[in-house]
Each structure stands twice: as structure tokens, then as C-alpha cells.
């Protein structure tokens, strides 16, 4: 691996930079993003449950607040219980787009990584194609220089690639993953809100 490098010249260390970084917010995002974790199965019959049986109180408040994203939205629509349907959906979709907000996080920058990765092999290819016409000269062609420049552009052009693929498929495996988590959270702020002014049972 190491020789690779060496023969990859210093273009390959923004992309060995960049892989770096996709690998960890790749592994976060998962961590992050597990569906049980941002909306539990359950917690809006739960929370039904326990305003039929108690009301609202600030404590329920605060624990489904803390409970998770889904928590935060239904919390946010339970405080303006006593209020129209229309200034609770409000505040559902106020709290709602910060939450949305939270789950793409680092996802702009996944995003740009997939982007840019192949631009930086490009870069090594074009510093490879440098070499490769530096190695020219008027008595005939250095081997080393042009063997040297031949590896520059190929192996850069191959990492960039390399970076940029599995970086562009979890970019849209995370996206889709937050748009479905999004909907889900979305139609059970809403259930809710019929059922508190009696449209659902």
C-alpha cells in the first residue's frame, strides 16, 4: 500500500484525506440514523395513552422531548394542545424542519466528497501528464520520469474513483433514509393532531 502511495505522489494525500472522511461520517450516519432510534414503534400510542389517562404535563414534556426526533415533534405539538388545529400543526412543522435539519447532518458533506473526489484524481492525472511531458527532451525521453508520470495519473484517476462511488451511493442511501424518517414523523404528528381535536380516533 504504502509503494502505491509513494508511486501516486503527493495528489493521492487529499484524496486519502477525503476517504478518511467519508469513512467516518459514513459510520456516524449509520449510527445516527437507525430508524428505532429517531422514531420509535410505539410512542405515539404511548404518548395517546398517557394524555387520555394524566393530560400534559411539563414532565411528560420534557422526557418526550428527550426521548428521541419523533419525541421533540409530538412534544412540540402536545404544548400547544389547548390551542387551533392550525397554530399546533404550525409548531409541529417549525420543530419539525429543525429536526429534519439534524438528520442530514453531514450529509452536505458526503455530498460534496463524492463530488469533488473525482476532480482530485483528475488533478494527479493532469500533475501525471505534466511529468510525463517534462520527461521530454531533445536527446529522447527519461524511463523514470515518464514511468513516474504514467503512475501519478493512473493511480489518482483510480483512487478518485474509487472515493467517489461508495461516497455517492450512501450519499443517496442516507437521503432517501432521512426522506422516509421525515414522512414516517410527519403522518404520526398528524394522527396525532386529529385525534386531539377528535377527527381520528
Same mark, same amino acid.
Given at each position: @500500500?504504502?509503494a502505491? +502511495?509513494?508511486?501516486? $505522489?503527493? !495528489?493521492?494525500?487529499?484524496?486519502? &484525506?477525503a476517504?478518511?472522511?467519508?469513512?467516518?461520517?459514513?459510520? #456516524?450516519?449509520?449510527?445516527?440514523?437507525?430508524?428505532?432510534?429517531?422514531? !420509535?414503534?410505539?410512542?405515539?400510542?404511548?404518548?395517546?395513552?398517557?394524555?387520555?389517562?394524566?393530560?400534559? /404535563?411539563?414532565?411528560?414534556?420534557?422526557?418526550?422531548?428527550?426521548?428521541?426526533p419523533?419525541?421533540?415533534?409530538?412534544?412540540? $405539538? &402536545?404544548?400547544?394542545?389547548?390551542? /387551533?388545529? #392550525? %397554530? @399546533?400543526k404550525?409548531?409541529?412543522?417549525? =420543530?419539525?424542519?429543525?429536526?429534519?435539519?439534524?438528520?442530514?447532518?453531514?450529509? =452536505?458533506?458526503? $455530498? =460534496?466528497?463524492?463530488?469533488?473526489?473525482?476532480?482530485?484524481?483528475?488533478? $494527479?492525472?493532469?500533475?501525471? @501528464?505534466?511529468?510525463?511531458?517534462?520527461?521530454? =527532451? !531533445?536527446?529522447?525521453?527519461? !524511463?523514470?520520469?515518464?514511468?513516474?508520470?504514467? /503512475?501519478?495519473?493512473?493511480y489518482?484517476?483510480?483512487?478518485?474513483? +474509487? %472515493?467517489?462511488?461508495?461516497?455517492?451511493?450512501?450519499?443517496?442511501?442516507?437521503?432517501?433514509?432521512?426522506?422516509?424518517?421525515?414522512?414516517?414523523? #410527519?403522518?404520526?404528528?398528524?394522527?396525532?393532531v386529529?385525534?386531539?381535536h377528535?377527527?381520528?380516533?
Amino acid at each position: @500500500m504504502l509503494a502505491i +502511495i509513494e508511486a501516486a $505522489g503527493w !495528489p493521492i494525500w487529499p484524496l486519502i &484525506l477525503a476517504s478518511v472522511l467519508a469513512l467516518a461520517i459514513i459510520i #456516524e450516519r449509520f449510527y445516527s440514523l437507525r430508524p428505532p432510534e429517531i422514531a !420509535p414503534a410505539g410512542l405515539l400510542a404511548n404518548v395517546i395513552n398517557e394524555l387520555k389517562s394524566n393530560g400534559v /404535563s411539563s414532565d411528560m414534556l420534557s422526557k418526550l422531548a428527550d426521548d428521541s426526533p419523533l419525541g421533540q415533534i409530538l412534544a412540540a $405539538g &402536545l404544548k400547544n394542545v389547548k390551542s /387551533s388545529r #392550525e %397554530v @399546533m400543526k404550525e409548531a409541529i412543522e417549525e =420543530t419539525g424542519r429543525v429536526v429534519v435539519h439534524d438528520l442530514e447532518r453531514f450529509l =452536505t458533506s458526503l $455530498g =460534496t466528497i463524492a463530488t469533488v473526489a473525482p476532480l482530485l484524481g483528475l488533478l $494527479g492525472t493532469v500533475v501525471g @501528464m505534466i511529468e510525463i511531458f517534462g520527461s521530454q =527532451t !531533445p536527446s529522447g525521453s527519461n !524511463p523514470a520520469i515518464l514511468a513516474h508520470g504514467i /503512475s501519478v495519473a493512473l493511480y489518482n484517476t483510480a483512487f478518485g474513483l +474509487i %472515493v467517489a462511488i461508495p461516497a455517492m451511493i450512501f450519499y443517496r442511501f442516507f437521503r432517501a433514509r432521512v426522506d422516509n424518517l421525515a414522512v414516517d414523523m #410527519e403522518q404520526q404528528a398528524i394522527k396525532l393532531v386529529e385525534i386531539i381535536h377528535g377527527e381520528r380516533v
